[in-house]
């Protein structure tokens, strides 16, 4: 049955769905993120994981973590706001964006510090699950899972999906679009996971460029073919090993740019960041074509 989950058109929350009727078959077998009855929130947050974790694995994806430098880059920076979704291109049908903790307080909530909470990543699922409405071509939904860590080790987690229906329909829209209930009227929380989608677009956006710096790192992989040609004795000892390694692609600069004079600066100023920003540059002939570039930040430091 979990064969299925690694296919084009399995989504996340159809795999939610299967392990709630799977635990509690008294539901609707294609609900739609149904609560089970008498579930609390944190039983349902934890399936939910075991879900998102069962889909990661049978699509083979990728866990990505950036460098501190990168971040430090990507948070002075900005996307074009008309910059459409045909731009945004999430590496692999599946992947994990795992979040440094110094990162993650920058989309930390007053009520997070209270619970003691923050988030620790965000899942990325891609899927073809039909055709779309009066077309031949199949839809694109994209499914994000953020998931919340807290010093009680407890799990929270909320699911955020919406097709992609244009590709023309630029990257903010479509980010606000899936935060927005049928009431029209957001939370005062989505305003930072509108920061977190955000942050995670450039950092795929990064990924796209022919520049960007980032390395594949695959320890575990290689312990376990390591695993199946030793004795029992270093079996057990490789094993131990094994606890703390880990497969993932690192990306971005292993330093941050270093502090910059203005030029032509003559008074005397704080140091301060010149935003950067992702944008669609014009090029070819008669400039009709576009290709996305990164200007980077720069720290300014007149003196």
């Given amino acids: 049955m979990w064969n299925d989950w690694a296919g084009a058109r399995a989504t996340c929350l159809d795999c ?34 075991w879900a998102a974790n069962i889909h990661f694995d049978r ?18 920076s900005d996307i074009d706001g008309t910059l459409p979704m045909q731009w945004f291109s999430p590496p692999f049908d599946a992947q994990y964006l795992q979040l440094n903790r110094a990162t993650a307080e920058h989309f930390r909530t007053l009520e997070d510090r209270a619970k003691g909470r923050w988030i620790e990543g965000i899942f990325c699922f891609v899927s073809r699950p039909g055709p779309s409405e009066n077309r031949n071509e199949f839809i694109t939904v994209i499914e994000l899972m953020v ?33 927005t209930p049928e009431s029209g009227q957001r ?13 995670m677009v450039k950092v795929f956006l990064y990924l796209g460029l022919k520049d960007a710096r980032k390395e594949v790192n695959t320890e575990h992989s290689v312990a376990l073919k390591r695993l199946a040609g030793v004795g029992p004795k270093k079996q057990a000892k490789l094993q131990r090993c094994m606890d703390s390694l880990y497969d993932r692609i690192t990306v971005g600069p292993a330093t941050a740019p270093a502090i ?14 010149r935003r950067g920003h992702f944008r669609a540059q014009p ?3 008669a400039r009709s074509s576009r290709k996305l570039i990164f200007v980077a930040p720069i720290l300014i430091h007149a003196d």
Avoid at 30 to 44: E, K
Avoid at 162 to 176: H, Q, R
């Fill in 147 to 179: 998931v919340y860590a807290s010093s009680d080790r407890g799990i929270s987690t909320r699911l955020l999906r919406g097709p992609l229906l244009s590709p023309e329909e630029t990257v903010m829209k479509w980010a606000e679009g899936i935060l």
């Fill in 260 to 273: 910059l004079p203005a030029p032509g600066a003559t008074g005397i100023r704080a140091p301060h960041w």
């Fill in 59 to 76: 699509k083979n994806g990728a866990l990505i973590e950036t460098t501190p430098a990168l971040d430090a880059l990507l948070m002075q």
């Fill in 187 to 199: 939370a005062t929380y989505d305003d930072v996971l509108i920061k977190l989608i955000n942050n």
């Fill in 283 to 285: 090029c070819g002939p």
């Fill in 16 to 49: 939610i769905n299967e392990l709630c009727w799977q635990v509690n078959q008294h539901l609707e077998r294609h609900s739609r993120y149904q609560r089970p009855p008498g579930w609390a929130d944190s039983t349902l947050a934890i399936v939910a994981r």
